[in-house]
């Protein structure tokens, strides 16, 4: 995968299986300590650390008998060729946060993609999850969370057109509240105005 959206949305989805019903995703972004993280936080399931081992270790097990997908360890070997890492708390019935690391500036670090369209997505195809996106940049923080919007709604789909063109424009003011020159991070570094 290209992008770290997608592997959000391939990490999210590992959430909603395991029977979440508040997912949180948190963006940081850092440029004096050369730092982009993203942490996904749930209350699914949660793993034991036995799994916690054989999820982010795609060879622990052999080939055969391995049961679970890739989606983990390919992340986990990205954020490493970026001099960053990933990290999995878990504790059964109670949850799990996953987070991932990457020196921000690295030359192969993955763009962050589509973001807003990966988090619109996932509210609408998750209508009964709770969902909480915070952004931080630098100093500055800004939270996006859906539960105000849908106890306003009522009833109301969040499909319907005007709702949606609503809640996109509420996460991308997320965004640009902290981070005016996000633009999807296409090539992030090179965008930044040269300030101190
Ligand atoms: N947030 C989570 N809560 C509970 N279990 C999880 C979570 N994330 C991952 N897992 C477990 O780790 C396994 C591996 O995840 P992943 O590497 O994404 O592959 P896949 O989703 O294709 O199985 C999942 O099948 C699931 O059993
Ligand atoms: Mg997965």
Same mark, same amino acid.
């Given at each position: ?81 970026? =001099? ?21 500036? $690295? ?13 619109? =997505?996932?509210?609408?195809? =998750? !209508?009964?999850? $709770?969902?909480?996106?915070?952004? $931080? +940049? ?37 965004? #640009?509240?902290?981070? !005016? $020159?996000?633009? #999807?991070?296409?090539?992030?570094? +090179? =965008? ?5």
């Amino acid at each position: 995968m290209r992008e770290l959206s997608l592997h959000l949305l391939d990490i999210a989805e590992n959430s909603i299986s395991a029977g979440a019903s508040r997912i949180e995703i948190v963006l940081s972004e850092d440029s004096a300590l050369d730092l982009l993280q993203m942490s996904i936080i749930d209350n699914g399931k949660g793993m034991s650390k036995e799994m916690i081992a054989q999820v982010t270790d795609p060879f622990i097990t052999s080939r055969t008998t391995r049961k679970v997908g890739l989606g983990i360890p390919l992340l986990k070997a990205a954020a490493e060729d970026c =001099n960053g890492s990933l990290n999995i708390t878990s504790e059964p019935g109670i949850g799990t946060e996953l987070t991932v690391k990457f020196q921000r500036s $690295h030359i192969d670090r993955m763009p962050i993609g589509d973001l807003v369209s990966t988090i619109i =997505n996932l509210i609408i195809c =998750n !209508p009964l999850i $709770h969902w909480i996106f915070s952004y $931080h +940049y630098n100093e500055k923080n800004a939270i996006f969370d859906d539960e105000p919007v849908k106890q306003a709604l009522g009833d109301f789909p969040l499909t319907e057109p005007e709702i949606l063109t609503c809640i996109r424009s509420m996460v991308e003011e997320t965004i #640009q509240e902290v981070n !005016p $020159h996000f633009s #999807q991070d296409i090539v992030t570094i +090179y =965008n930044q105005p040269l300030r101190r």
